[in-house]
């Protein structure tokens, strides 16, 4: 997996195989189909069921004032919110473009509430373009949920394209887990993370056209300032099949160590796909290392490759688990959690749970009281005890030593 088809991009960022490589369908000529459905205007969260996502181009977007909920901004006001495109703004950058924290206010808009934000600014040289900007703005227009990144509007004067987003203050989940210094998530909040990302994964597969996600991996896992999960990046998420398809044919988009094999080699597109994705950043959680590792020895390069199959070998697995969570998990929780992640990245893609399964076993070993734990890792004793709710409501408790744990 990764070394069959050519990059346009990074290891870590989303790639795309060369048109003709694979079956190509133009996605932006799906993206220009006029709408067949009525157009979804309430700001409140959809009933997945009733939910279909019609789809407006450039001209659209500018002509109207899009979608209900979503401001326009210009490219001035765009200008003042990231004081000038400052360089200490910068959150991050990726395929897209650079990414700038902002604010808008009454400075920058008269009788704006002032609002925190993330502006997206596309870079023109870039290999991403109108499309992927489309189809954030199309996709995350009407799509609204708590684990979702919630836009809060756009810019498209001339040839610029920006998206704006709420402002996820603890950064993506990639950063918490292999960039931060001396510091870890907890099993809880790992855990936590993982449940909130499912739910969100969830929601886009259960719309009454599903909707796959396509770049599920650390870094579009974005936290608030509570830690809550939400999925960023809707640039490359697709309708699903419907009615008797079994697929949609696509070039091959995504991330290098998290696309589903059967989709690399096909270019056959299913709601499957992400769950693969997910059961890939689910390891990188447990295990501590990131899905793709060329500083390890080679046969470890691939994490998937390497840990999968030592997931339900319950001695090796104790061995393999992130050594900084040690003792804050039972080995039940852990060898349940193992054994889904295992499920998630089997190569034949029916032998994958669905979304809403993985929710419910997720939900299942939630620790009962987070923020006990949390007051008791921040408290470094020496020695706590901290509670985990197993399915039969019985507490497992277990004693952790040292107190070198973040909160
Ligand atoms: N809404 C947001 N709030 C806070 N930080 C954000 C937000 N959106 C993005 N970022 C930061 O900007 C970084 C870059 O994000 P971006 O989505 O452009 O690239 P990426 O996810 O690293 O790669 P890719 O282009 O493959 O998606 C993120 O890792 C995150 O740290
Ligand atoms: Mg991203």
């Not at 060369?18 to 959809?46: W, Y």
């Amino acid at each position: 997996m990764g070394t069959c088809f050519s990059s346009e991009f990074d290891e870590q960022h989303s790639f795309q195989t060369k048109p003709g490589e694979i079956q190509p369908s133009s996605t932006k000529n799906a993206l220009k189909t006029p709408p067949k459905q009525t157009i979804l205007d309430s700001p409140n969260i959809r009933s997945p069921s009733s939910l279909v996502v019609i789809t407006k181009d450039v001209k659209d977007l500018r002509q109207s004032p899009g979608y209900s909920n979503l401001d326009i901004f210009t490219y001035d006001e765009m200008r003042m919110a990231t004081k000038l495109f400052r360089p200490d703004q910068v959150l991050g950058e990726g395929g897209f473009g650079v990414v700038y924290k902002g604010v808008i206010d009454e400075n920058v808009r008269a009788g704006y509430a002032k609002t925190e934000v993330a502006v997206k600014e596309l870079d023109p040289e870039g290999i991403q373009g109108d499309r992927e900007w489309l189809a954030e703005v199309n996709y995350l227009g009407q799509l609204q949920h708590p684990n979702l990144v919630k836009l809060i509007g756009y810019c498209c004067e001339e040839d610029h394209r920006l998206l704006v987003y709420e402002y996820m203050a603890s950064g993506s989940l990639e950063k918490h887990l292999f960039r931060r210094v001396c510091a870890t998530l907890t099993w809880s909040r790992r855990m936590k993370i993982a449940l909130d990302a499912a739910k969100g994964l969830a929601f886009l597969h259960d719309a009454e056209r599903p909707i796959i996600y396509r770049d599920f991996k650390t870094s579009n896992i974005l936290l608030d300032a509570d830690f809550n999960a939400k999925l960023s990046d809707f640039g490359l998420a697709k309708d699903g099949p419907m009615g008797d398809q079994t697929h949609v044919s696509t070039r091959v988009m995504g991330t290098y160590g998290y696309a589903a094999p059967e989709y690399v080699m096909s270019g056959h597109l299913t709601a499957r796909s992400d769950i693969y994705g997910f059961g890939v950043v689910l390891l990188e959680m447990l295990i501590g290392r990131r899905a793709m590792d060329k500083s390890r020895p080679s046969r470890e390069h691939n994490l998937v490759e390497w840990a999968r199959p030592l997931l339900v070998h319950n001695k090796k697995l104790v061995r393999i688990l992130d050594p900084r969570m040690e003792g804050q998990y039972s080995s039940k929780t852990a060898i349940k959690v193992a054994g889904l992640a295992y499920q998630c990245l089997s190569q034949n893609p029916k032998g994958r749970p669905v979304m809403s399964q993985v929710v419910e076993t997720l939900e299942s070993v939630q620790t009962r009281d987070l923020l006990q734990e949390e007051v008791l890792f921040q408290s470094g004793s020496r020695s706590v005890t901290l509670f985990e709710a197993a399915d039969s409501k019985k507490m497992d408790t277990q004693v952790k030593g040292g107190g070198e744990n973040e909160a």
